[in-house]
């Protein structure tokens, strides 16, 4: 296949090239390529090339939880958003814990998935072991020090500590920072106003949690030299906190979410359990610091974490955490971009460049010759508005229905295949594959 005439973005920058696709490789970049006999020809005038991107962080809710969400229907909504790689959580029912439910849960995407994926085991007090022995096989280890959605969850020295020592020092641990011991503290004094629906889910889980498990993972790191990866950092004092690690050697990362870069604890109160995610929506401030030190934010994943609306009709102290995102993350970034908030190399370099790095997938993560044809087609001029019956999520809402966008994703090809085309999948159930792991750096 060849597209031409396109402008390819990448993260150095963008440029007026015409790519040539075969075998599920990128083969040939150039300017004025001319077709083969036979060849396919895409005409992307006028439309911006970009790599797929890679959402290192959604929970999909498979198995156990399919009513909401399932490796179909996650995997169509993240096409459809231009992520064409995924790394699934492991807090599914039964988690991902062991050797069984990695097996049992990789069945499962091989026969649904039409974007590529890998999945994450997750970190238990009795599971340091086995997980050590699973590394090779999963994008990385989750560990929850503060509870969420599911039951995983570490808060004793020990097992903290022995998993940060165990777990392959080269492959990501992802950590949830928020400590639990502040969590039960600050959520009880929130509970006696949380009789009606509305609570500020910030005072229940303030940032002071997210800045004590993060000061206490980070000097575990700074001991044992292993790699750290935080997910969906909150806060200017955590990204104060991580750069000053970097700077000192620790050999961290770190992850911020679309819905705390365009969302505040003001748009929790006023969407009530529709914005109840952990961590929080937090305050003005905060939120504006993440965009103040975009610099130093490594990477962009969405943490999707679709419910129903009936879960979340529940009153505050029942209904679920969690907000779907893996559709609007690239819109949302595309429509900051037009409006010169961000540049769309930042962009890139946050949701693809560094994504592959750090994760170890050595064939995503750039337009270039000899890596997976991943490539999502833009128009930058196109403008609509999000709705909820766009979403291709089994929950089938998003807190930002009626957001106005500039830059529509035309169309989305998976390892040379299209698989999206203007609102609607054309990939077939189990055309994603396994992403093949080399050496993270
Ligand atoms: O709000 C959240 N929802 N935070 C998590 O850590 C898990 C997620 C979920 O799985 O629903
Ligand atoms: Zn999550």
């Not at 015409?18 to 990128?26: H, M, P, S, V």
């Not at 599911?150 to 920072?177: I, N, Q, W």
């Not at 030299?225 to 990362?253: D, F, P, S, W, Y």
């Not at 907000?323 to 970034?333: A, D, E, H, K, R």
Request: hydrophobic content about 40%.
């Amino acid at each position: 296949m060849l597209i031409r005439n396109g402008v390819l973005v990448g993260a150095e920058g963008q440029q007026r090239l015409d790519l040539r696709t075969r075998a599920e490789k990128i083969v040939e970049i150039a300017e004025g390529l001319t077709p083969e006999p036979g060849e396919e020809v895409v005409d992307a005038s006028g439309l911006l090339v970009l790599p797929g991107f890679i959402d290192t962080h959604v929970h999909f809710r498979d198995p156990g939880g399919t009513h909401k969400e399932d490796f179909l229907s996650g995997t169509q909504a993240a096409l459809a958003g231009g992520v064409t790689t995924i790394l699934d959580m492991p807090n599914t029912q039964p988690a991902v814990t062991g050797r069984e439910q990695l097996n049992a849960k990789a069945a499962l995407a091989a026969a649904k998935a039409v974007v590529d994926y890998g999945l994450y085991l997750g970190a238990t007090p009795e599971n340091v072991e086995e997980a050590a022995g699973l590394a090779n096989e999963v994008a990385a280890m989750k560990l929850y020090m503060g509870s969420s959605t599911g039951s995983l969850l570490v808060t004793e020295f020990a097992p903290l500590y022995r998993h940060f020592s165990t777990f392959s020092h080269d492959k990501p641990l992802v950590v949830h920072a928020e400590d639990e011991q502040s969590l039960q503290y600050f959520g009880a004094l929130a509970r006696p106003q949380s009789s009606a629906t509305n609570t500020n889910h910030n005072l229940a889980r303030p940032p002071l949690s997210a800045q004590i498990a993060l000061s206490r993972a980070l000097a575990i790191a700074e001991k044992t030299g292993r790699r750290l990866h935080i997910a969906h950092t909150t806060t200017q004092r955590e990204l104060e906190l991580i750069q000053e690690a970097k700077q000192k050697g620790v050999r961290v990362t770190c992850e911020v979410t679309p819905l705390h870069l365009f969302l505040t604890e003001e748009d929790q109160q006023q969407k009530g359990n529709l914005g109840k995610v952990n961590p929080p929506l937090r305050s003005r401030e905060d939120q504006q610091a993440l965009w103040r030190l975009f610099d130093s934010i490594d990477t962009i994943g969405t943490d999707h974490a679709p419910h129903t609306l009936e879960e979340k009709r529940q009153p505050y102290a029942q209904a679920p955490s969690g907000i779907p995102g893996v559709q609007t993350m690239l819109p949302l970034l595309l429509n900051a971009a037009s409006q010169g908030r961000i540049t769309l190399q930042a962009v890139i370099e946050r949701c693809v460049t560094n994504p592959a790095r750090i994760f170890g997938l050595s064939t995503k993560g750039a337009l270039e010759i000899g890596k997976d044809a991943d490539i999502v087609l833009i128009d930058p001029e196109k403008e609509y508005e999000i709705t909820n019956e766009q979403m291709l999520s089994k929950c089938g809402w998003t807190p930002f229905a009626g957001t106005h966008i500039k830059g529509m994703i035309e169309q989305v090809y998976v390892r040379g295949a299209l698989g999206y085309v203007r609102g609607t999948c054309i990939a077939r159930a189990g055309s994603g594959k396994s992403v093949v792991y080399t050496q993270s750096c």
